[in-house]
């Protein structure tokens, strides 16, 4: 995954969108490949700084790996009052690691740490995933339910081309009381499975995207209080910058894009996201636990 991430740092920079009327939350973000650089640098710095200009001024910075898990629970830290982590293995991770025991230790020491609010993103992924290792992925996908549950803490789960045995997953073990579908990718139907067993679907750029309608009305259907916003970054810029690098900031434009197809008032529906976040993941605040 790691030369996949790297590749991502070529393409030009989504420019700043109109800040939101409201401050609003990025609920997902890897902001190491926006940045590419070290937790500490000027260019993580600016990330954060650009986002806060434009009202997203909390980012959940979401995990893939051991090492990255570990560099986003020190973001976390170090921006106290602005970031959030969470931390896993990423489905597509899990069963090439070299050492899978040890990598999930690492995952399970850094849930206990007090700025670490979600086990994620784990999941699974067939789009990348042969069937002769999907068995492995599922078994991680259960471990890491089970870490959510013991540290009492949300699950962001990864979904793609997977709905059945994630859902099938979820009903087998017995799902955390906060789950999160990142990126959600699913049609009406799903929507409405995920949104019966209190599930929170989180939209991305995609739901922008011109060959995207089901995603648009999944988004209708869905409660307002089970709805999160995210980015992805540097993944999935919303439309009119698809394929651009993606970044904490163009929240605000999904955000315009969502109310706007559900005919919500934008500030009113901000607000709202981001009283979700605050419920899902705790409070941002300096100094705040669990």
Not at 98 to 106: G, H, P
Not at 124 to 141: C, K, V
Not at 148 to 168: C, G, N, P, T
């Amino acid at each position: 995954m790691a030369d996949r991430h790297n590749r991502d740092i070529d393409r030009p920079v989504a420019p700043l969108p109109e800040p939101l009327p409201v401050p609003c939350v990025d609920s997902h973000a890897h902001i190491e490949i926006v940045a590419h650089a070290a937790v500490d640098s000027p260019e993580v710095r600016a990330v954060i700084d650009e986002a806060a200009s434009v009202g997203i001024n909390r980012i959940v910075q979401v995990g893939y790996s051991a090492e990255q898990s570990q560099w986003g629970a020190e973001l976390a830290k170090l921006y106290d009052g602005q970031v959030l982590a969470a931390v896993a293995l990423h489905p597509n991770e899990a069963p090439v690691v070299a050492d899978l025991e040890a990598d999930l230790k690492i995952i399970e020491t850094l849930a206990s740490q007090p700025r670490v609010r979600a086990i994620g993103e784990t999941g699974l992924d067939y789009f990348r995933t042969p069937p002769e290792l999907r068995a492995r992925q599922q078994e991680s996908f259960k471990w890491h339910i089970d870490l959510a549950k013991r540290s009492k803490k949300a699950l962001v789960i990864h979904d793609r081309d997977s709905h059945d045995d994630v859902l099938s997953v979820l009903l087998e073990v017995g799902a955390p009381e906060k789950a999160v579908f990142h990126c959600f990718s699913g049609d009406v139907e799903m929507a409405k499975k995920c949104i019966d067993r209190g599930y929170i679907l989180s939209f991305a750029g995609t739901v922008t995207f011109k060959n995207a309608p089901e995603l648009r009305e999944a988004l209708k259907i869905t409660p307002l209080d089970q709805i999160l916003v995210e980015t992805d970054a540097p993944f999935l810029a919303p439309m009119p910058h698809r394929g651009s690098l993606n970044s904490p900031a163009q929240i605000a434009t999904i955000v315009r894009a969502m109310a706007a197809e559900r005919g919500d008032d934008l500030a009113e529906f901000a607000t709202a996201l981001s009283d979700n976040a605050e419920r899902i993941f705790g409070s941002f605040a300096k100094g705040s636990t669990l």
